[in-house]
């Protein structure tokens, strides 16, 4: 419980530093947010993302992005991702695998 409770508090922090560069990138389309609902059951809490979409004003799955929009997004949370690890620690060596 405490691990999925830190992840999702990393998870948090990555997707606002991330969503202040998808802003410049997209324009101001889109705001990404971590899933509330838990579509598997196997799981307590959930790492999935949503975009909010302004043009249509609706949340949708990221899965539903082109393929554009997903390289963007991926850049985006890329990106960040390496700001926040190299804030909070030292690494030396950091494997992603993007499955």
Do not use: H, P
């Not at 830190?6 to 606002?16: G, Q, R, S, T």
């Not at 997209?26 to 949503?50: I, N």
């Not at 975009?51 to 949708?60: E, P, S």
């Amino acid at each position: 419980m405490l691990e999925q409770y830190v992840l999702a508090a990393y998870f948090e922090e990555i997707l606002k530093a991330a969503n202040l560069r998808l802003a410049m990138m997209s324009g101001g389309r889109y705001t990404l947010y971590r899933t509330k609902e838990v579509t598997d059951g196997r799981s307590k809490d959930s790492l999935d993302m949503e975009v909010l979409d302004y043009y249509t004003g609706r949340y949708r799955s990221v899965k539903t992005l082109s393929g554009g929009e997903t390289f963007m997004v991926s850049l985006a949370l890329a990106l960040s991702l390496s700001r926040i690890s190299t804030n909070r620690m030292r690494v030396d060596t950091l494997f992603l695998d993007e499955g």
